[in-house]
């Protein structure tokens, strides 16, 4: 493996097939993978597995409950084909959606109206869904056209219907770290924090180059890629994404406050409303359904509303300057601007010939811009979906924008890493800013518009004039690709994250790396709990308790022995580290002689 954290390729490989359906994992072969993983995610959880396994006579309601174990099953394998939006085409969906408890329970409709029942509840043999999937006639079977369902989910399906269609809690979600789901078990692998320490006589393999720095080794991976990240309006919170988890950092803490979990995949966009009051992350299920939550923050960040209707991941979100619409863009070649309060579709944008990766309202919230695979960039009138302009001029997907504060310029990039200027008033592309060797992944303004970061695949994150468009700032320690950056509100600090799952903060002005911050759901589906660790560049860092038993000195890429625990005892600094990390001059510790 080329990067330096020392994850195996095998293994990195794996935790990208959590994420090959994003707008990253197949972007390294230019390739975007449809429908590969489609179902992974369903069947990798050892929650889902254990109850799935179970007696159905054991399980008694409301153990067994729509939202809980029987939405996620249908999400993988059914609702392309029926949900609300294919209603109207019978030929595909039969007249049933199956995206809702209440669509469910209500049958196959005609002309808007219930027609039959495909639910008997109480009595899973009468019930047509169940026959659907057990029938060997594979022109009626379910799924259509795909494997049968393995046994244990369909005797899952029996067991909801014949203990009374349970619902569950809708929307529900992980408020306390303790307890969100674990992931899958696996091996587990060294991940490597370099440090400007040299590194101490004797605490080094014999061939050790004499010059050899200390790393900070936590045997945490492999991680997930993050494919999120957005600073509240405050600075005090940053939410990271990853594969079906959202992360809240404490940055004044220095800790995980909370972690929203129950995603379907990768969660690919992350924003918050202007008072900070509401969180929307949004991702879906491949080839199956987008998936758009809305969290409550002041009520313990409850899912207060779902905004159903895309049929397959959402790669972005925006909201109205006046924080009454969301837009989204999706994999379903579509974008759509939804009422935020209640959840309703107002406008679905069909004008893209194929994926959509990016949209942005404009300031005035008259508009919104969007860019994909198609090599367009477009903007729409945000009321009715038509077309005002399109910006040509791209040779190459686009997968990422950015709109200035003021309107008055785009900037958009993407398989083509030169960062491309508009000028929004005559639709002329007004200037370039080079820096990026390799495709640009994503692009943010900072809130005063003085500042412009991309992340690009070539492990960089970089910082221009937000005015000129000249080149300011490169930061280049991520061993791998990045996905994602977000500038702080005070234009102080810049985070960028991507392939090896590793948040770095990096204070613009010092040109300095400050931290490294990482976090994982660890142990079994009863006894999960959420840990993290802050490491910094300087060799201090500080851990959760459960990560504390697996941190150890490394040198060359050999893990230091027992003698070198008085060393380690020294860099686990709690204080020093929120230091650093909050870009506060901090002496270099005194190591003790071997």
Known sequence: MRNSINIMTANLEHTRTQDSHSRFGPARNSVRLIGACTAAFVFGSAAFQACAQAPAASLKAPAVTFEKQ????????????????????????????????????????????PARSVIVKGNPDESEIVKRLETLDTSKRMPKGGDPLPKDKIALVRTWISSGTARGIPGKNIADPSTPPAAPPGPVLDVTFPTVLAAPAGHGPPAAPKDAKLGITLAIGP?????????????????????????????????????????SGPVQAIVWSADASKLIAVGGAPGATGEAKLFDTKSDYRVVQQFIGHTDVIYSSSLSPDGTKLATASHDKT???????????????????????????????????????????????????????????????????????????????????????WDTSNGSTARYSDGCSQQVNDIVFSKDGKLLAAASADHSIRVWDGNSGGLQKTFSDSPDWNYRVAIGPDGKFVAGAGADGIVRIWEIAANALRASIVASVTGGPKQSSVESAIVTPQGYFQTTAKWNKRTALSVAGTRVPSGGDETLAILRNETSSLKLLHGEKVDPPALPPP
């Open 335 to 421: 974008v759509r601007i939804w009422e935020l309060a209640t959840g309703k579709s107002l406008v679905t944008i069909k004008s893209h010939s194929d994926v959509v990766y990016s949209v942005r309202f404009m300031p005035d919230g008259k508009s919104v811009i969007s860019c994909g695979q198609d090599k367009s960039v477009r903007q729409f009138n945000a009321n009715d979906g038509s077309p005002i302009r399109t910006f040509d001029g791209h040779g190459q997907p686009v997968l990422a924008l950015a709109v200035r504060g003021d309107g008055k310029f785009i900037v958009t990039s993407g398989n083509e890493p030169r960062l491309r200027w």
């Open 70 to 113: 029987i939405r996620p099953l249908i999400v993988s394998q059914c609702v392309g084909c029926h949900n609300r939006t294919t209603l109207s085409n019978v030929a595909l969906s039969g007249g049933l959606a199956l995206d809702s408890y209440e669509a469910a329970l209500k049958g196959v409709t005609a002309g808007g109206k």
């Open 223 to 263: 991680l997930p890629p993050i494919t999120a990240l957005a600073y509240s309006p405050d600075g005090r919170l940053l939410a990271v994404g990853g594969y079906r988890t959202v992360f809240l950092w404490d940055l004044i803490l220095g800790k995980v406050e909370r972690a929203l979990s129950d995603f």
